[in-house]
């Protein structure tokens, strides 16, 4: 009989998914570096798996679980970065889409106002004797 899960059991998967892009960033980071994220419960199993096989003699397996455990926290090292260049890129874009959407001063979201539209030049010539329709 294996024994039942250690540890908070954390759906990283559905909470990221949810995520907000403006908190995206940080959860990503908890995700990876939590003592219940990601990698480190997948190192915790390595390591465990690898004292296990040393114990019952598989030593070969051991040390392929050993230099496994030693990648995935390279590969946590990079995540890291990964994630703090996705929180960098969707605070850009943040930025970029509230300055694309700012109201400008002189026309509100309703349209120019009275004033404004007499003020503003026009944008067609005056008509003139040739463009007025003749009268039969």
């Given at each position: 009989?294996?024994?039942?899960?250690?540890?908070?059991?954390?759906?990283?998967?559905?909470?990221?998914?949810?995520?907000?892009?403006?908190?995206?960033?940080?959860?990503?980071?908890?995700?990876?570096?939590?003592?219940?994220?990601?990698?480190?419960?997948?190192?915790?199993?390595?390591?465990?798996?690898?004292?296990?096989?040393?114990?019952?003699?598989?030593?070969?397996?051991?040390?392929?679980?050993?230099?496994?455990?030693?990648?995935?926290?390279?590969?946590?090292?990079?995540?890291?970065?990964?994630?703090?260049?996705?929180?960098?890129?969707?605070?850009?874009?943040?930025?970029?889409?509230?300055?694309?959407?700012?109201?400008?001063?002189?026309?509100?979201?309703?349209?120019?106002?009275?004033?404004?539209?007499?003020e503003a030049p026009a944008h067609f010539p005056p008509p003139t004797a040739r463009?007025?329709?003749?009268?039969?």
């Amino acid at each position: 009989m294996s024994p039942g899960p250690v540890g908070p059991a954390v759906d990283w998967n559905d909470r990221l998914a949810a995520a907000r892009p403006e908190g995206f960033a940080e959860l990503f980071h908890e995700a990876i570096t939590d003592d219940f994220g990601a990698v480190a419960r997948l190192r915790r199993m390595l390591e465990t798996a690898s004292e296990w096989c040393r114990a019952h003699g598989a030593r070969s397996s051991a040390c392929e679980l050993d230099a496994l455990a030693d990648r995935l926290t390279d590969i946590g090292e990079e995540l890291l970065l990964v994630g703090e260049d996705a929180g960098r890129e969707l605070r850009s874009r943040t930025h970029r889409l509230a300055a694309a959407t700012r109201v400008s001063p002189t026309v509100s979201v309703r349209g120019p106002s009275a004033v404004q539209q007499s003020e503003a030049p026009a944008h067609f010539p005056p008509p003139t004797a040739r463009s007025l329709p003749r009268s039969r």
